[in-house]
């Protein structure tokens, strides 16, 4: 008959008690049957593991050894037990989180951070890329929720109403521009126009059509890089660069924020939080039920269940 863990932990009361009749009330069992069970287990072993005399029950040199090794064999069992407890309730394991635009500010920073607080051991890893990448990521099951602004066509699973985030334009400190507290969409009809290829890029180029007309007048220049490497360009005067909030939060030399208008006040994108109802990974719902919290108002718009 294998030895059991409880077996293990039973002589690990033994050896603590040095009475077996104290160590039996510890476990809440009878003296005869907690007798048996070493007894037993010296059977099993071929060894003898406690000394027993009327003085009590002491562990014998061999049962010191077995005792330290069920020591060790019984705190890892219940150290991966707990493990995997809190990792089927979402407290521990890995997230990976579609990620669309900057979060150096913004709502997406503070639920970031807060999803931190609340569970520390989870790996939360960070993706990313364009809106079209990212669901597709999703589809592929690359990553387990994604924030894309604007709602996108090509997504028929779950997604939730989130928050929206004001566009800015950056611009060099020294552009005539800076005078202004915002800065209205036709007043860039001319400038050179710095745009992103992966993140909110594509939807800036939608926003300069819808707004203006068409882009035809302005100068567009695409980079294939990160967005504090296009900071770095406005401030050396390359040209301007469309922007969210959430790229705020870092100070970049020589730029410039200020608010995109148009005529009935800021410009703002809306955010969505995208994932697949067929993910099982536990961490994915306490995420969810964050965002539904710190968002109650929205939590109930279409496609939020």
Partial sequence: MPVEIRDLRWAITASQHRSLRQAAETLRVKQSTLSRCLRSLEYELGSTLFERTNGGTRPTIEGQEFLDAARRIVGDTEAMAARLKTHSRGESGRLTIGVHASLSAGNFRATLLDHRQRYPDVDTHLVDGSSDHLISDLVN????????????????????????????????????????????????????????????????????????????????????????????????????????????????????????????????????????????????????????????????????N
């Fill in 141 to 304: 099951s690359a990553v387990d929720v994604a924030f894309v602004a604007e709602p996108n066509p090509r997504w028929s699973n779950r997604s939730l109403l989130v928050w929206s985030e004001r566009v800015v334009v950056a611009l060099p400190e020294n552009h005539p521009l800076t005078a202004r507290n915002a800065v209205h969409w036709g007043e860039l009809r001319h400038e050179t126009l710095l745009l992103p290829q992966h993140g909110p890029g594509p939807e800036f180029h939608k926003l300069l059509i819808s707004k203006m007309g068409c882009s035809d007048h302005c100068q567009l220049l695409r980079h294939d890089v990160a967005l504090d490497r296009l900071l770095t360009l406005v401030g050396a005067g390359w040209g301007v660069l469309l922007a969210l909030e959430g790229a705020t939060g870092v100070a970049y030399p020589g730029v410039v924020f200020r608010e995109v208008h148009d005529a009935e006040g800021p410009t703002r994108l809306s955010f969505r939080a995208y994932w697949r109802q067929a993910n099982n990974n536990p961490s994915l719902r306490p995420f969810l039920d964050l965002l539904r919290e710190r968002y109650p108002d929205l939590s109930a718009a279409p496609g939020a």
